[in-house]
């Protein structure tokens, strides 16, 4: 059986509980025994002597009784009942039941509900003066027949004990017993808080240890104070705080050994991380002068040669159509024709590879113009997503490389959401806040959503990612399945001194 209500309780005041529950029960008892034990000896007192009273009022009062006067009677009667407080009332009543003497006392209070009685008895002796054969008797030796008796009942005596006295004698008995009883039971209490206390207060200073132990104070000091069971836990205490003390200091050396390998390990990833990013800065960089170079290769060479390709065969059309005409003239003017139609092709095509390379309107309105101009494409071209754009500052003083590579991120997240995103509407941010110096840029959809703790070795994003790290920037990616995905690019203005973040959400 679980005992629940001292749950609570501290092991003091269990031990006081432990050792007074039969003390005081035992106090209880024997209160409870002494006061039956004196009320009972009043009333076996109390009978016994009414009983004692009544029936030697009744032997010597039967002259007084049969002879009338009862006034030696009730004198002797008021003498007894007067010098006796336990008598309440004494009564004489003769054969008829007629009170002769009642005597009450002045110094008894209450009377007990019952009266003890005895009767009065008038005895006749019988004496037979003659024999059997009618010559007067003569009474010899050989005569052993008793006289014969006759009794007769000429009242009774009745007794009415008073308890009150002998109740107050025995209260103060009572009284006494349990005074001594009440100082043995205090002087327990007191004996069990001290026992009690020689038990707990070991306890508290190994508890004191234990909780300095825990707050990692090793170093305690503590003496086996007492015998027993507890003095092997605090011996126990002791032994446990030198063997944690010497395996602390164990491992503040392996930590700090092992902090020192860390460190270095870290400033060794540190300087290949940023080689990195000064590698892939570097590739970029080079990537982007290359597909400028490209672009103005094909601008100013083939753009140019197809021109000139374009021209000469509008010449062959328009010489074809001053000589004599024939099938070979019109031939030659429907060749010349498709060679016109084919440089015009080919021309757009140069020029929209150009956009892919290098987008003329970065270098001509800037990163705004060049964001604005892809996203009317985008919306143009796919009817079935509808793209918008928002942007707030002034572009037009950002870095050539700050702005391409803000540019390529949201050309290859657009990708993204034509990929795979099946959206339905999607928006560009662009905020240049001159609070923290930073380029902010935010690309939403209401697509399928992707899960961003697998989706996040995805070319695309590693490419995003990248080129946000050699920017020092932070992207962040927020994306649930079928609620879309938000991606929040920061790139600091002063992109060369700040450090990288990233974070997928």
């Known amino acids: 059986m679980k005992i629940r209500f001292w749950s609570s309780w501290s092991i003091g005041t269990r031990m006081i509980f432990i050792t007074m529950l039969p003390v005081v029960f035992l106090f209880s008892s024997f209160v409870w025994y002494s006061w039956y034990a004196h009320r009972a000896q009043v009333s076996e007192e109390l009978a016994e002597r009414g009983r004692i009273l009544a029936k030697a009022l009744a032997e010597t009062s039967e002259y007084n009784v049969i002879s009338g006067n009862l006034s030696d009677l009730r004198l002797t009667i008021n003498g007894l009942v007067q010098s006796d407080k336990s008598i309440f009332r004494i009564d004489v009543v003769d054969a008829k039941q007629r009170d002769a003497i009642s005597v009450a ?26 024999s059997d054969n009618g010559a007067p008797h003569v009474s010899g030796s ?21 308890p009150s006295n002998m109740l107050d004698k025995q209260m103060r008995r009572f009284l006494i017993e349990l005074a001594i009883a009440a100082a043995a039971l205090a002087a327990s209490g007191v004996l069990a808080y001290f026992l009690a206390r020689s038990l707990t207060m070991p306890l508290k200073s190994s ?34 705080s030198l063997a944690l003390n010497q395996s602390k200091q164990e491992l503040e050396n392996k ?19 940023a080689d990195k990013r000064k590698l892939i800065q570097k590739v970029n960089s080079i990537v982007e002068d290359e597909r400028k170079s490209i672009a103005i290769e094909i601008h100013d060479e083939l753009n140019a040669s197809l021109i000139a390709a374009r021209l000469e065969s509008q010449s062959i059309l328009h010489l074809a159509g001053k000589v004599e005409q024939g099938p070979v003239i ?33 270098d001509m309105l800037g990163l705004h113009g060049a964001v604005e101009e892809m996203i009317r494409h985008y919306d143009g071209a796919h009817p079935e997503c509808r793209f918008s754009f928002h942007s707030e500052g002034d572009f037009s003083k950002l870095e050539s490389e700050l702005a391409i590579s803000a540019y390529r991120i949201i050309q290859e997240a ?27 840029i935010e690309i939403a959809d209401d697509g399928a959503g992707f899960d961003t703790a697998t989706a996040s070795s995805g070319i695309g994003i590693i490419g995003m990612r990248e080129r946000v790290y050699a920017l020092n920037g932070v992207i962040s990616f927020a994306s649930q399945l079928t609620k879309g995905t938000v991606i929040a690019i920061a790139l600091p203005l002063a992109w060369r001194s700040e450090p990288a973040r990233a974070v997928l959400a």
């Open 105 to 130: 006392s002045s110094f008894a209070v209450d009377a007990e509900p019952h009266f003890y009685e005895a009767p009065i008895r008038k005895q006749m002796i019988w004496i037979n003066l003659f």
């Open 142 to 162: 050989s005569d052993t027949k008793p006289p014969t008796l006759t009794t007769e009942v000429v009242g009774w005596v009745r007794v009415t004990m008073s």
């Open 414 to 440: 657009l990708s993204n959401v034509l990929k795979h995103a099946t959206a339905t509407h999607a928006q560009v941010a662009l905020t240049l806040s001159q609070h923290d110096n930073m380029l902010h």
């Open 207 to 240: 508890i004191g240890a234990l909780r300095e132990i825990r707050g990692g104070n090793y170093q305690v000091e503590i003496a086996a104070t007492t015998g027993g069971e507890i003095g092997e836990l605090q011996e126990s205490i002791k032994e446990m």
């Open 330 to 362: 019109d031939e030659i003017k429907a060749k010349s024709q498709a060679i016109t139609k084919l440089t015009l092709d080919l021309y757009a095509s140069g020029r929209r590879l150009v956009r892919r390379l290098r987008p003329e309107v970065l």
């Open 255 to 273: 930590v700090a050994e092992r902090t020192k390998d860390l460190v270095e390990s870290r400033n060794e990833a540190l300087k290949a991380d």
